[in-house]
């Protein structure tokens, strides 16, 4: 067994020598629910006993001090007998039955040998004695209830990440939507996980009525009791012998790192239709910038969990695609998915792509939400490289306050907003987002904002260009000769690109251009920081939303310019030359790579997302005015209409 440097062995015997407790545990145990309220069907009225002899309302005790008990009676809780009772075609237990059973167990026997290893590293193992020997220290007492609550809150969740995980390859396209999980009791870990096996009793008879709902059953409220425990870990102490903590099960694959939810790292099956580069025409520096993304994502460190890209800066994590209909968005998709599949074949890696589209959006209120956290959180699992898209994102993510947006475009914003820069956003480089759309100016300010990078698809836009894209539609089924053209010629990479970047010298946009100049002749060449500075306050000026987020993705952008330089194809081809190296190993090769940065890098860069934040703003106020105009329009023929009827 070979284990990474920050991992530590959870031993088989200790697994298993908790089977005999957890068998029990399914078998039956009562349990008094303090929080949540009984739901399950059973909680009905209970019939009369006797004809025409009804029911008197249970005694309340007026005692001071038991007036705030609960005085329900404990409930017998059968996990194993509520399984094995589903409606199924056999009258044995079948094989899925037997199979959830058999995880269910294991779960709840890895949850109490971490457990157990965390009392012994925290030190509660020493302060449970001395309270059973009646020699606990007052002083102590404190630390003594915070550690039994880390102790309960880290079984309940490793029970459910080990349930999840281990569910998962029996899971099915059933899904099943089980709520909140409310009975999460932390006074120390036997209560919390009787409560936790309380409520999973409640969700199985209210969900699984028959085996095909099992799986999905268990996974759902896997997930749920995770997310609430994880929210209750934000605000607890003494929780660092865990969540600092990575536990190792080789028999099951399972890596447990804290409070982070495991999964199994797997390839999504891509059935879509990859392009090569010289198959997109045009787009010079949307496809530059594509093809090294793809190999800056490859330099991913799974051990490290950390990519030198992204420590050094260069890496692009978010961003943006606009242009016209028909200029090859889709094409460049089709394009960075191909090259990611073909490299992580390669190298032996999972990788996973997958699209948000408009049927993401749910009428049902939240699961929008829960649609767009499932997307990123597929995509940012440290054990994958993986690709998202948000095509046509202006119909998927509502503008704030825009009254024509649902409630479940509103909650994508609100999701992607945080996820790509909030608070808690870790890039560790093994990821990337793009946001694709013919309408920029129609995505929410601060969440195209967001996007780090600006990839302009423009499409074919000389001779060269219409002749290369012409040649490469028709096929080879046709005796058309080419006639005087060097095919492809034009898309040779690094010329075109040198050619695109130097004409954002200048800026494109009028409005830009005109505060580039006035600039310019204001202090000469922008040569030196303060100038280059002067300018973005110039900028800012004559655009609000020019912003502190805006400066921050320019330098980013500036870094990635800094890596100006293509990872050579034999890395990708040989993964012993560069993938399989260790994290330093690679990060030095990468730093001898690195080109200066220079003022030019700067003022283009500049230029160039200066120039699309002029141009969405542009559109967007053109076609807010447009939409005035009509409105006042049909006004004005209403009021016509009406005083003609008045008339008559």
């Not at 404190?142 to 969740?157: C, I, K, M, S």
């Not at 095919?487 to 040779?492: H, N, W």
């Amino acid at each position: 067994m070979s284990f990474t440097s920050d991992q530590m062995e959870l031993r088989e015997e200790d697994i298993r020598k908790h089977y005999g407790t957890a068998t029990t545990m399914l078998e039956g145990i009562d349990h008094t629910p303090r929080l949540a309220k009984p739901q399950a069907s059973e909680q009905t009225a209970a019939p009369e006993r006797s004809p025409g002899i009804g029911q008197t309302r249970r005694l309340r005790t007026t005692t001071p001090g038991l007036v705030t008990r609960s005085t329900a009676r404990p409930e017998g809780v059968h996990i194993r007998a509520r399984i094995e009772g589903l409606e199924t075609d056999d009258p044995f237990v079948s094989p899925l039955q037997a199979t959830a059973l058999h995880q269910l167990r294991r779960a709840l026997a890895i949850a109490l040998a971490v457990g157990e290893a965390y009392a012994d590293s925290s030190g509660l193992s020493e302060l449970k004695r001395a309270n059973l020997a009646g020699t606990l220290d007052t002083a102590r007492k404190t630390e003594f209830t915070q550690l039994l609550a880390g102790e309960a809150l880290t079984v309940v969740h490793v029970f459910a990440n080990a349930t999840a995980f281990l569910m998962a390859p029996h899971t099915n396209e059933t899904s099943v939507e089980v709520g909140e999980v409310a009975e999460l009791l932390t006074d120390n870990a036997p209560l919390a996980l009787n409560g936790t096996l309380w409520e999973l009793d409640q969700k199985l008879t209210l969900h699984a009525n028959d085996e095909s709902q099992l799986p999905a059953t268990l996974s759902a409220f896997a997930e749920q009791c995770m997310e609430k425990v994880a929210l209750r870990a934000q605000s607890a102490p003494r929780l660092s012998p865990f969540s600092d903590a990575v536990w190792r099960i080789e028999a099951d694959d399972l890596t447990l790192r804290g409070f982070e939810p495991a999964t199994k790292a797997k390839s999504t099956t891509l059935t879509m239709t990859f392009k090569k580069p010289h198959e997109v025409v045009g787009n010079h520096i949307a496809k530059y910038q594509s093809l090294r993304l793809a190999k800056m994502l490859m330099a991913y460190d799974f051990e490290r969990r950390l990519n030198p890209f992204a420590e050094m800066g260069g890496f692009i994590f978010t961003f943006m695609g606009d242009g016209k209909p028909g200029t090859g968005k889709t094409t460049l998709i089709q394009m960075m998915a191909g090259l990611l599949n073909d490299y992580c074949q390669v190298a032996g890696y999972p990788f996973r792509y997958q699209n948000f589209g408009i049927d993401n959006i749910d009428s049902y209120q939240g699961k929008s939400g829960q649609n767009a956290k499932s997307f990123i959180s597929n995509l940012m699992d440290p054990g994958v490289i993986g690709f998202g898209t948000v095509d046509d994102i202006d119909q998927i993510a509502g503008k704030r306050g825009d009254r024509q947006s649902s409630a479940g475009q509103q909650e994508v914003t609100a999701v992607l907003m945080d996820a790509f820069a909030g608070a808690n956003t870790v890039v560790r480089g093994n990821c990337t987002f793009g946001m694709f759309s013919n309408y920029p100016e129609n995505v929410d300010d601060a969440l195209r904002q967001r996007s780090g990078a600006r990839f302009l698809v423009d499409g074919p836009q000389t001779r060269e260009d219409y002749i290369d894209v012409l040649h490469l539609l028709l096929g080879k089924d046709h005796q058309i000769p080419l006639g005087e053209h060097a095919l492809y010629a034009a898309q040779e990479i690094q010329k075109a690109v040198a050619n695109s970047f130097q004409a954002h010298s200048r800026p494109q946009e009028e409005t830009l251009m005109a505060v580039f100049d006035r600039v310019h002749s204001q202090v000469g060449e922008l040569d030196t920081i303060a100038k280059l500075g002067t300018y973005l306050k110039a900028i800012q000026e004559a655009d609000e939303r020019f912003t502190g987020r805006a400066i921050k993705n320019i330098t980013d952008a500036v870094k990635v310019r800094s890596m100006d330089f293509e990872l050579p194809d034999e890395w990708m081809e040989n993964p012993e030359l560069f993938l399989f190296k260790d994290y330093d190993t690679k990060s030095n090769m990468i730093a001898e790579l690195r080109v200066p940065i220079t003022t030019d890098m700067v003022l283009q860069e500049i230029n160039r997302y200066a120039d699309s934040e002029f141009r969405y703003a542009g559109k967007s106020d053109a076609a807010a005015i447009d939409t005035m105009v009509r409105d006042l329009g049909l006004q004005e023929a209403a009021r016509r209409r009406y005083l003609e009827e008045q008339k008559t």
